[in-house]
């Protein structure tokens, strides 16, 4: 990668670490908090503030991804962060657990991963994409980690209210990265952009769309009998359960990392695709048969983040390779609501299997959405590589292609 490539990877890697850092936070302690304040003993009300987050970033992904294409995608990311850490201050100050839903629906409002990642494709060759993709999505995999570890002892020094002031700085802190080190955009392309509703039912970018939704689908409904599991077959209490996740993220960004620099390299990144769907589909399969066995599901997480984090790295480069370039924001747009719609029906699905099945259920259930996207993936055309050489700093790293 160039040196501008290098900056813009790590840049908006740091940037999205920075937010999902602040939100990530409150994950392990807020149900425990909600019991001191006004409303927080009705457990729906939790829920909801735990929640509208995510449902206001469903809603907001596809009109900042749009925003995104017309006015510039260091605006957007800007206008969101502020959004963002508005948010995070309304939070920090409410009295009640009305006002912390508040707080909660105006940091979702600041909807940018469309806009980061989009802002990520069009400073980045396509042959380079997928790893700068990876740096992003390791970031927010390393901060969910370190939150997990470090979200108690937090609480217990500055309380909730610090945590969400914490949240906010961090937000004030990435808007300075976006103004002062991640590289100037280039200019938006010019010419008529495509019709919205010709980037929504692109049959190419409506299976990559399929494939974030069933990813987080499957990984949100696996965490509702994940930690259950680990209770009851390995004798392991809730508090200690980093000791299995922490080791097995890490693990995974290692053992990921020689699957994304073949696929780059040998040009191979389809085949690596449709590979780590497969192994997404036999890890599912492998924790329902061994789902009464601790060693099985301790083998089985590290499995499920090595395809976990390879999928999550090449799906949004693929969309950006595959959407018109004057609509990359809108299509992120669309990817990024349907991640979050998978992350809702995910858990709702789980939760509806765990009640009327077994918690091998959710594994079947699972592994029956992938089954069908890898024949999805398998059966999907060839994504052209459009090859590109970055310019001299005196254009600002802009990217052009070369036919």
């Known amino acids: 990668m160039s040196r501008d490539e290098k900056r813009a990877g790590v840049s908006l890697a740091s940037i999205f670490a920075l937010r999902m850092l602040g939100l990530f936070l409150i994950l392990p302690v807020f149900a425990i908090h909600a019991q001191t304040i006004p409303g927080g003993d009705d457990l729906t009300l939790v829920g909801i503030a735990l929640g509208a987050y995510g449902l206001t970033q469903a809603m907001f992904q596809i009109p900042f991804g749009m925003a995104a294409d ?9 206008l969101g962060l502020l959004l963002f850490a508005v948010g995070s201050a309304v939070a920090a100050l409410a009295g009640d657990i009305w006002w912390t839903i508040f707080g909660r629906v105006l940091q979702g409002a600041g909807a940018i991963s469309a806009a980061v990642t989009a802002l990520a494709a069009d400073l980045t060759r396509d042959q380079h994409r997928t790893k700068v ?6 970031s927010i995999g390393l901060v969910f980690a370190l939150s997990l570890v470090a979200a108690p002892a937090l609480y217990a ?7 969400f002031w914490l949240t906010a700085i961090l937000a004030v802190a990435a808007i300075g990265l976006v103004t002062h080190v991640v590289p100037p955009a280039p200019p938006l392309p010019p010419g008529p952009k495509p019709l919205f509703r010709e980037v929504l039912f692109d049959t190419q970018l409506l299976r990559l769309n399929f494939g974030i939704f069933t990813l987080h689908m499957v990984q949100m409904a696996m965490f509702v009998v994940v930690p259950g599991l680990l209770v009851r077959y390995g004798d392991l209490p809730l508090a200690s359960h980093w000791k299995i996740y922490l080791p097995a993220v890490l693990a995974s960004f290692v053992l990921m990392v020689p699957a994304i620099i073949y696929a780059e390299k040998r040009n191979k990144v389809q085949a690596v695709f449709v590979t780590a769907i497969g192994l997404l589909l036999a890890t599912l399969l492998a924790m329902w048969l ?40 809108a299509a992120l747009g669309v990817y990024n609501t349907t991640q979050a719609l998978g992350l809702f029906v995910g858990g709702a699905m789980g939760g509806w299997l765990v009640k009327n099945f077994d918690a091998g259920a959710v594994f079947v259930g699972g592994a029956a959405m992938v089954a069908l996207w890898l024949v999805a993936a398998a ?25």
């Open 290 to 329: 061994g789902s009464t066995s601790f060693m099985m599901m301790a083998g089985g997480l590290l499995s499920f983040f090595v395809a976990f984090n390879i999928l999550e790295a090449m799906l949004p480069s693929l969309i950006s390779r595959i959407a018109p370039p004057n609509a990359k924001g």
């Open 379 to 403: 059966t999907m055309p060839p994504v052209p590589m459009r090859r590109a050489v970055a310019t001299s700093p005196s254009t600002h790293g802009i990217l052009k292609a070369k036919s």
């Open 157 to 163: 020094v500055i309380g909730m209210s610090g945590i």
């Open 133 to 138: 993709m990876a740096m992003i999505g390791s």
């Open 70 to 78: 017309n006015f510039g995608r260091k605006r957007v990311i800007v």
